[in-house]
């Protein structure tokens, strides 16, 4: 579906933001900036969810293991979108000051040796989104472009190990790990 409307640009803003980050993409296995490696690394931001599984019973481990590493991109759930008037215009009409906020969820595996004990991954995974951060902190800073947001904070939780509980209640660690950037945008640049 195309990009329309004031919530899903910022949303499409925020997207192109993360896949201008080198490390990024580096994270995703996608070495490059032509073209065709950015719609590689776009490929891997799911809007929401991932797309719909093909069996009614949902995905099995294997096949989500496949997909990562990926990230789904949303609006935040408190303040997604707030346009608030700032001046009235001596016509009547009013200019009002935008922002908002969208949720990066970043899921990537966790290697089958370190499952009961993934410090190492979850080092990993927190130097990669720090200089991700970084990246996007100089990137959201650029002035004269209207590709992307002007960034208030960045706020980046976890990352966590995954678990769930089994049929008999038992705790079950497993293959990956999530962490979660949320970014409180201001008014479009």
């Given at each position: 579906?195309?990009?329309?409307?004031?919530?899903?640009?910022?949303?499409?803003?925020?997207?192109?933001?993360?896949?201008?980050?080198?490390?990024?993409?580096?994270?995703?296995?996608?070495?490059?900036?032509?073209?065709?490696?950015r719609?590689?690394?776009?490929?891997?931001?799911?809007?929401?969810?991932?797309?719909?599984?093909?069996?009614?019973?949902?995905?099995?481990?294997?096949?989500?293991?496949?997909?990562?590493?990926?990230?789904?991109?949303?609006?935040?759930?408190?303040?997604?979108?707030?346009?608030?008037?700032?001046?009235?215009?001596?016509?009547?009409?009013?200019?009002?000051?935008?922002?908002?906020?969208?949720?990066?969820?970043?899921?990537?595996?966790?290697?089958?040796?370190?499952?009961?004990?993934?410090?190492?991954?979850?080092?990993?995974?927190?130097?990669?989104?720090?200089?991700?951060?970084?990246?996007?902190?100089?990137?959201?800073?650029?002035?004269?472009?209207?590709?992307?947001?002007?960034?208030?904070?960045?706020?980046?939780?976890?990352?966590?190990?995954?678990?769930?509980?089994?049929?008999?209640?038992?705790?079950q660690?497993?293959?990956?790990?999530?962490?979660?950037?949320?970014?409180?945008?201001?008014?479009?640049?």
């Amino acid at each position: 579906m195309a990009v329309d409307g004031e919530i899903s640009k910022s949303l499409d803003a925020v997207r192109t933001l993360l896949i201008d980050s080198e490390r990024f993409r580096t994270w995703l296995g996608v070495v490059g900036t032509d073209p065709e490696k950015r719609l590689q690394a776009s490929a891997k931001v799911f809007d929401i969810y991932l797309d719909p599984p093909k069996e009614v019973d949902g995905y099995t481990k294997d096949e989500l293991r496949a997909f990562r590493p990926y990230v789904s991109i949303d609006s935040g759930e408190d303040e997604a979108y707030t346009s608030v008037s700032i001046a009235a215009e001596a016509d009547g009409s009013s200019q009002y000051m935008d922002s908002g906020s969208v949720v990066l969820e970043f899921h990537t595996n966790i290697p089958k040796t370190e499952i009961k004990h993934p410090r190492d991954g979850i080092l990993q995974l927190r130097n990669d989104l720090g200089v991700m951060l970084a990246e996007m902190k100089a990137l959201a800073g650029t002035s004269g472009t209207d590709q992307y947001v002007q960034v208030a904070r960045f706020t980046v939780f976890g990352p966590i190990q995954v678990s769930a509980l089994d049929d008999k209640g038992d705790v079950q660690v497993d293959d990956n790990l999530i962490a979660v950037m949320q970014v409180d945008w201001g008014e479009l640049t």
